[in-house]
């Protein structure tokens, strides 16, 4: 559906030019005129851990999520932890261009953020898994991740009482707690309070009109003008809904490899060749670089990139500014999260497998 | 003067034997006398950070070296920081055999343990230097680990406006704060946080008889009278000085690889050949698998291991138990550590380079 694709996102980017439009074209009302239009299209990310289908966020699971989260014996080698790929002290990501797994083998995408990922309509850059749950049972089994198996994952937290109990207390009732997919939902409970609220931009939408300057504002003004928010809007800034990487204009080979075509592997429709999930943009500014590809260091070139591929645009240098402006009121507030202390290893924990 | 360091440890072993044994002889108050004699040998963990050598620890340099710690972005790759090898959440080390660095190549020797580091008389296996700041030099210029430069380092440091206002907040009145050397200090100032005091035997120590329960005290009395005190004593229990690794009989290959001479290669005398530092006990329960070549992964084997090669004693497998009961009650309380949010990178920081 790629030329349907691009029809509709001529259309949403002419409705949307043409309501913001009217709308600042008031002179007296313009500063709550362009609120009212951004809180149509955006949402603020809320204070609190957000409910999860199909598993009740509680303390025990996410506590056992993060420890799980934190620790490198999840994979075969024993060196590669979820947040080794998805460093919270960075901006959920590494420091790329694409991933380092077992055996140093180069991933084929960037990683994506796990911050926020909770309010992402699927997850993975082609949203191949439909909910956290189901996309932490992906990296740990895959052979440039980190390498390991179910069988071999159950037996390493099985080796270690202090896990035995830990799943116990966040699987009351439960005859076998220590399952793999008990092991997906406690990482699930975690991810779902890696959330960060308070950025400016929410401040703006919960009603502080000074929490934005006049750059940033001018620079939402053009992020809605121009169609970008066609693509990026809702909770997440993006994450939302999915469309062709080259809308208008094909990027450049190194930004979208030919043998990645993104959500066609998932579908097997022609339409969805080169067709991916919008970029959430929330904290973008802390996790360069850019694209599923990552081969782009610079956010003001990806904002270029971006305007020129997807829109048909060529922004003016100013233009390119106040969009970065803009999005760098998009950071918000990490969680305050305490180093974990691992369980210890017992003779029957498997030992660290390193060969490729 | 390996011959003379086994005649030296002969003769502690019995100074040891004789001493603790008339101690323990006395009926009515042998654990007042075990306390004694272990207070004479043994020394507890502060609670407070200690002084360190020409370098004050201040808040901004412990919080500074923290965030450096935890930074990947100082290795070449951008995926290996000093908390991959020396894993905090662990007992300060990683999962072993020897640690895995830059393009996934095994280092030489196990990741030694950074918790009570400062305590030791020097650091490394071969204690090749002299203190913590000198030893944080290493690692990241070493091929087989972060495999980075000095220049590339400070290049990245500099790159961050934030890691250049926190080093003119720890190096107040320098007129270039980010360098090499204070770097180092910084990470050092950080390492002699890392300390893990109240512990059970602490507890002992200090006064506390029951802090050790008799199976610990059995084997406290064992691990005196046998004379494993005679290399593992003070207040890391160990760490103190040099002995050979094989004071009696050779250890097997696998755990003495005939490559690595040890302290040999730091100071070139020939009686120093497979001499190593003795290993720090603290927390040894928390760091399977051991000795520097990582090879033997339980602690009752390391137990078995060390007495035959070094005292020439075939322990009984009670003797054994007790033995690594009273190393249990080494395992101290580890800091909280808050995972630190890491500057953001700019346009201006070097890219990750991968290639070995």
Not at 211 to 235: P, W, Y
Not at 294 to 312: F, I, P, R
Not at 328 to 341: A, D, H
Request: net charge neutral.
């Amino acid at each position: 559906m790629k030329k349907s694709a691009i029809r509709e996102l001529s259309l949403v980017r002419k409705g949307c030019i043409l309501g913001v439009g009217m709308l600042v074209s008031s002179a007296a009302s313009a500063n709550d005129d362009l609120m009212s239009s951004a809180r149509q299209i955006f949402k603020s990310i809320p204070s609190v851990t957000p409910e999860v289908k199909d598993n009740p966020v509680t303390r025990e699971k996410v506590e056992l999520g993060k420890i799980l989260f934190f620790d490198p014996r999840l994979s075969a080698s024993g060196v590669i932890s979820c947040n080794t790929c998805h460093n919270l002290g960075a901006g959920g990501v590494d420091s790329g261009p694409t991933s380092v797994g077992h055996g140093w083998q180069l991933g084929p995408r960037r990683a994506p953020t796990v911050y926020n990922a909770v309010f992402n309509v699927a997850q993975f850059w082609d949203g191949r898994a439909a909910d956290l749950k189901s996309q932490a049972k992906g990296p740990v089994q895959a052979s440039v991740e980190m390498n390991t198996t179910p069988d071999r994952l159950l037996s390493t937290l099985n080796s270690m009482t202090d896990y035995v109990v830990m799943f116990k207390k966040a699987f009351p009732g439960e005859a076998t707690s220590v399952t793999f997919d008990n092991f997906a939902k406690a990482i699930e409970a975690f991810e779902a309070t890696l959330i960060t609220p308070a950025a400016p931009f929410d401040r703006y939408l919960e009603g502080d009109t000074h929490a934005l300057d006049d750059q940033q504002k001018a620079g939402l003004v053009l992020f809605m003008e121009r169609g970008c928010s066609s693509c990026h809007n809702g909770i997440n800034v993006g994450g939302q809904d999915y469309f062709p990487f080259g809308a208008v204009e094909r990027p450049a080979a190194p930004l979208l490899p030919a043998a990645d075509k993104g959500r066609f592997a998932v579908t097997k429709a022609a339409g969805d060749e080169y067709v991916f999930r919008s970029a959430p943009l929330r904290n973008v500014a802390l996790r360069a670089p850019y694209f599923h590809s990552g081969q782009v260091w610079s956010l003001k070139q990806a904002v270029g990139v971006m305007s020129e591929t997807q829109l048909g645009v060529k922004l003016s240098d100013k233009e390119e500014n106040d969009i970065v402006s803009f999005l760098n009121s998009l950071t918000g507030q990490r969680p305050k999260i305490e180093y974990p202390i691992l369980p210890t290893r017992t003779d029957a924990t498997p030992r660290p497998a390193l060969d490729k």
